[in-house]
């Protein structure tokens, strides 16, 4: 454990608070960049596959994210058009905002021993990705660009009202809107949807809410209880670069789309994987074929269902495809 590398890691969300704890477990040094005051609210669907049980134990929280009494997710309803695809989970998943989920994973980086730097990282001679005995994690999201008029944008806000263990999703050209339950009984509404259909509103995002009938249904008892919070241009995909020589992990390392709930749990793991590496000084050739293996599966089939949804091919297909095997195929493998 002695001998394990000094790390530093960019942006502290779930994957560079993931990559320090995981890199502490290996006796490495920890110097984590962080800008942002904790905690905030970060624009994501707040599901947790049922997998992070065994991945946040791994890293030494499972305690501490219990302690926060996520709501507990059974169900799950997709709504195309007419037609209505519903299932229940093998396992439970779990709803927790970022807001809470955020704060429990840096708190406990920084009692496990990670020294926390409130100003952005500066490339310098001495703090050189390249000088042995350092590495260094990307785990601060996503950086990509994409044409204007064609981009995506994703949004969200909380709720109060009466909530339920099924995660709804409510799928429109171009876009969708998911609601499901977070702690404190409150209901997360997050989405995306297609620039030109935004703009036609001024990004007024309330109008989406009364697009369909079953949407419009789920959300009247709701009261909203923060503004709407919106980010982007979303760019679908997975694109490490070996010759780098950093360990991209989270959102850094590739953006899977919302829709199909493994994002947050796909923070987890690569941060782990990447902590650990990074610690050991594996080869970053080695560790992007690691993340590849993990991540292939879900990017692969995420975005022929993505192509399935844009030609109007996702509600004739519903029926035909079992909601649990739907599931499974979009999760990361488990390469813990």
Request: with cysteine; charged share 20%.
């Amino acid at each position: 454990m002695d001998s394990a590398s000094a790390v530093e890691i960019i942006g502290g969300g779930p994957a560079g608070c993931a990559a320090a704890l995981s890199a502490r477990q290996q006796g490495a040094p920890v110097r984590l960049y962080e800008t942002s005051v904790f905690p905030r609210h970060k624009v994501c669907g707040e599901f947790l596959s049922p997998e992070v049980l065994e991945i946040l134990g791994g890293l030494g929280v499972l305690g501490d994210f219990e302690a926060q009494k996520p709501a507990r997710l059974a169900k799950v309803a997709l709504y195309f058009g007419g037609r209505t695809k519903t299932w229940t989970l093998c396992e439970p998943a779990w709803g927790l905002s970022r807001y809470a989920l955020d704060e429990l994973l840096l708190r406990r980086a920084l009692a496990e021993g990670t020294a926390l730097v409130r100003e952005p990282w500066i490339k310098s001679a001495d703090r050189d990705d390249g000088k042995p005995g350092i590495r260094r994690i990307l785990g601060h999201g996503r950086k990509s660009a994409a044409p204007a008029g064609a981009r995506l944008f994703g949004f969200k806000a909380h709720f109060a009202g009466p909530a339920d263990d099924v995660v709804q999703l409510f799928f429109f050209s171009g876009g969708y809107v998911g609601v499901s339950a977070v702690e404190n009984g409150i209901t997360n509404v997050c989405g995306v949807a297609p620039e030109a259909l935004l703009r036609r509103r001024n990004f007024e995002i309330e109008w989406l809410l009364e697009a369909a009938p079953a949407l419009r249904e789920r959300t009247l008892p709701l009261q909203r209880t923060m503004k709407w919070l919106i980010t982007g241009p979303l760019v679908f995909g997975m694109n490490p670069d070996p010759a780098e020589q950093v360990y991209r992990a989270g959102d850094a390392l590739g953006f899977v789309d919302p829709f199909t709930g493994s994002g947050i749990s796909a923070a987890l793991v690569t941060g782990k994987m990447a902590g650990e590496a990074a610690a050991r000084s594996t080869e970053v050739s080695q560790y992007v074929r690691r993340v590849r293996a993990a991540l292939k599966r879900q990017y692969f089939f995420s975005s022929g269902l993505r192509v399935a949804i844009r030609a109007g091919l996702a509600e004739k297909c519903a029926g035909f495809i079992p909601g649990r095997l739907l599931f499974e195929l979009t999760r990361p493998a488990n390469s813990l």
